[in-house]
């Protein structure tokens, strides 16, 4: 039996990861911008809400299967975009496709994936979608955008969030934007983790796998990740947005919705759908969780247009309370990183082996057989909730 037969929730993988990567590793897997309030609010969030369960219902046969961005998927959890995954473990993106495949999900790629769209592609059997930003080289952005057509991926996701980066402390301390402080605090921080270190030292180096042609230094993570902030855009408008998605062509979804406002703009722009997050955190501490205004956008935005969401997710019932209130699908981040970093593509498949099986034991317990059937009739808020 293997080690990862005995995890039986993320706050147990996490602890698992916690244990095998640096201390680098670790805040920048867990860490959030300033006071973390955010981060702690996207939890709290799912705690506002109680189940209202229906009883002697059959509920022998339980249907998690949806259709998200016209793509059939098994269940309506995402492998949301995260950067750098090889940094927690060596296979990186490639083991989390792989797994988030094998679970008959859809797999998001990050533009600051340590593995090319290419290289995914060629490891994928499932839907796949590519987060872009709207950086200051319009010819790269364009360039992922025909690589990612050429690939045959299903989406763009398209970062709104980002007009600056959020200030993240742990990061800041460990050294990250200092390339020769975050070189010694990582070989310090490595040495009481000889697993980790192995794969690091004997594996090839980290690279901005999508930008190596544009990028110095053969697009080393570690030495150019100055260069690729400086990307950042804060003058990006609507009308870029619009830009990108007349000449992607296809589904298009916005990312980092925070705002009902924005949520209608989006509808007005023609986008397929919207996530909203808060960048798990990492970008405004004080910007609202997406569970506490998924229902007033979905009022306002009716049910034309996909709501996906993300931020905090960690159990079963929190997908099922993110459905239930009109959410199409949800994203998860750091979830399916702790089972990366604990145990490679297996953490991976052990993290939605979790969240699959509480999923339909919550369906069972509530009432519910099937996805379809789910709606706001089995939550409700907390009496002692604001």
Request: aromatic share 8%.
């Amino acid at each position: 039996m293997s080690k990862l037969d005995t995890v039986f929730s993320i706050k147990e993988m996490r602890e698992l990861a916690k244990a095998k990567l640096p201390s680098v590793m670790f805040d920048f897997l867990e860490g959030s911008a300033e006071d973390e309030l955010t981060f702690t609010w996207n939890k709290q969030a799912f705690s506002k809400y109680e189940f209202v369960p229906r009883v002697l219902k059959d509920v022998y046969k339980i249907d998690l299967s949806t259709v998200v961005q016209g793509v059939q998927l098994k269940l309506p959890v995402i492998s949301a975009p995260t950067g750098m995954s090889r940094m927690f473990h060596h296979e990186g993106e490639k083991a989390v496709v792989r797994a988030t495949h094998k679970a008959g999900s859809a797999y998001a790629l990050s533009t600051v994936s340590t593995c090319s769209i290419e290289e995914v592609a060629e490891e994928s059997n499932g839907p796949l979608f590519f987060q872009i930003y709207a950086w200051n080289d319009k010819k790269m952005v364009s360039d992922f955008i025909d690589r990612c057509k050429h690939q045959n991926y299903q989406g763009l996701m398209l970062a709104v969030d980002l007009p600056a980066l959020g200030k993240r402390e742990r990061d800041l301390r460990n050294g990250h934007g200092r390339p020769a402080v975050l070189r010694m605090n990582t070989a310090l921080s490595a040495l009481s983790k000889p697993g980790w270190l192995f794969h690091f030292l004997s594996k090839p180096k980290w690279k901005m796998a999508n930008m190596v042609d544009h990028l110095p230094h053969g697009g080393d993570a570690l030495k150019v990740i100055d260069t690729v902030n400086a990307q950042f855009r804060s003058d990006v408008s609507w009308e870029d947005a619009k830009e990108m998605m007349e000449q992607w062509g296809g589904k298009f979804i916005l990312k980092g919705i925070q705002s009902v406002d924005d949520a209608i703009l989006a509808k007005e722009l023609g986008a397929s759908g919207i996530i909203l997050s808060n960048h798990g955190g990492r970008q405004l501490d004080g910007s609202p969780a997406a569970l506490d205004i998924l229902t007033e956008v979905k009022m306002a935005v009716g049910s034309e247009m996909e709501i996906l969401i993300d931020g905090g997710i960690t159990r079963g019932s929190d997908v099922i309370k993110a459905i239930a209130l009109g959410a199409s699908a949800v994203l998860i981040g750091r979830s399916y990183l702790y089972g990366l970093a604990a145990g490679g593509e297996e953490g991976v498949s052990r993290v939605y082996e979790i969240i699959e099986d509480e999923m339909k034991r919550v369906m069972q317990l509530i009432g519910c057989k099937s996805l379809s059937d789910l709606g706001p009739e089995y939550v409700k808020k907390r009496c002692n909730s604001i």
